[in-house]
């Protein structure tokens, strides 16, 4: 065994030098076996032991040799056509061969027609929107002039409401008490005084007057309640 | 005295090419050398050398072996061919090559007039595809459903069939026909 796979240090010269790689050494993870290089590096001379060692030649039989070169003269040759052909194919299909261009064309020129159908359709379609629009506006307009005429006719309405409303006002307003008869109205409301108080008993009978109690008047002339405000 | 040889072997025989000439007149101009790598070839493969320039002094003397290093420029015939002046200073510090003596040389021109060319490997224009890669192609619809043979530009050693022509050679998807169908006994 090379005596360096101990140590991983080999003797060169005076220098002591690590031929191992210092990671595949020196890795030591728990339950990891480093991997280690087996093989002598191509700088050391031969072994000791296998200095005078001289391995056999190779004999390959003249029947065989020729067999084999006729089956690599062969493999080779159909190798280089295959290669060839797919060369050809390649450049034949390539994006800047003949084909490529041709059906690069074709693709242009479709997509030329493409583009003008797409246009004479939008011409089309066009042509069908403006239609479609003009009627809508004549529509919306239409319906603007009847809005118009509505709102006319609403505030027609609202005038004549609101002049009939000036009108009873007018006509209420003649009630008013004047500066001048006030005098006249304070001495007539405190000859006429009003009395709102009323008393009301269990059987619906309407005691009017603050002061006014139910012998004071006949059992008979008893003012009762609406039937309507007893249910 | 004998001696052991140790350490690993190759498949080279013979010297330096620079080991030769340097003991040549004019580096060995005019001679003729064979590399013994080539000599498995039924054709004639060797070198005539045109110009050899070894470099006897590269600066560090005892530093590295000698006879390594230099331009040299040689008439190749390869397998039957003749390939012109080549530069092989890349591959002259082999072992491998081996000086032709004067009167053996005959033997190599007159080989290279007298032998069979090599045979051209005719080719098929075209070759299936492999099954899945058909699939594909039917599939999505490629420009070819078979595969078209395309050489090198210059292939000393085969080409591909004119119009109408019989390959000698034989491209499919599978194993195709060995060359050595003792090997397939008792597999297929």
Redesign the interface.
């Known amino acids: 065994m090379f005596s360096a796979v101990k140590s991983n240090v080999v003797n060169v010269g005076r220098v002591n030098r690590l031929w191992l790689p210092l990671n595949d050494v020196t890795v030591t993870l728990a339950g990891v076996q480093s991997v280690r290089r087996t093989r002598k590096p191509l700088w050391l001379p031969p072994a000791k032991s296998k200095m ?1 060692k ?2 056999p ?1 190779k004999y390959i039989p003249e ?2 040799s ?2 084999l070169l ?2 690599y003269n ?1 493999y080779r ?2 190798m280089k ?2 290669r ?2 797919l060369k ?2 390649v450049q ?1 299909t390539a994006a800047t061969s003949e084909l490529a261009l041709q059906q690069a064309a074709e693709e242009e020129a479709e997509h030329q027609a493409l583009m003008e159908y797409n246009l004479q359709e939008n011409l089309r379609v066009a042509a069908l929107r403006g239609k479609r629009v003009q009627k809508e506006f004549e529509a919306e307009m239409a319906r603007v002039e009847a809005t118009k005429k509505y709102q006319e006719e609403k505030a027609l309405l609202a005038e004549e409401e609101a002049m009939r409303i000036i009108t009873e006002t007018q006509e209420f307003a003649k009630s008013f008490i004047k500066r001048e008869d006030l005098e006249q109205a304070i001495e007539a409301a405190i000859a006429n005084p009003v009395d709102y108080n009323f008393a009301v008993d269990n059987e619906g009978h309407v005691f009017r007057g603050r002061l006014t109690k139910p012998q004071d008047t006949d059992e008979k002339d008893w003012e009762k309640l609406p039937a309507t405000a007893m249910q | 005295m004998p001696y052991v040889l ?4 190759h498949s080279f025989y013979g010297k330096r090419l620079w080991e030769l000439v340097g003991h040549l007149k004019e580096f060995g101009a005019g001679r003729l050398v064979v590399r013994s790598r080539f000599e498995r070839y039924p054709e004639p493969c060797y070198f005539r050398i045109v110009s050899a320039r070894p470099n006897f002094d590269n600066g560090r003397p005892h530093k590295d072996e000698d006879n390594m290093e230099g331009k040299v420029l040689v008439e190749k015939i390869f397998r039957g061919k003749n390939y012109g002046v080549v530069d092989i200073s890349d591959s002259a510090y082999k072992t491998d090559f081996r000086l032709i003596h004067k009167h053996e040389e005959t033997k190599y021109l007159r080989a290279l007039q007298t032998c069979t060319p090599r045979q051209i490997n005719i ?1 098929p224009r075209t ?1 299936e ?2 099954t899945l ?1 058909k699939m594909v ?1 039917e599939r999505e619809g ?3 459903t078979v ?4 050489t090198s530009t210059n292939p000393c050693n085969a080409r591909v069939a004119e119009e109408g022509e019989q390959p000698n050679v034989n ?1 499919s ?1 599978g194993l ?1 026909t ?3 169908p ?2 397939y006994k008792g597999v297929i």
């Open positions: 005078f001289i391995p030649r029947e065989e020729r067999e006729r089956l062969n040759t159909q056509m295959i060839r052909h050809n194919e034949r | 140790i350490g690993r072997t080719l070759v595809m492999p890669l192609a490629h420009e070819r595969l078209t043979m395309k491209i998807v195709g060995p060359v050595s003792q090997l």
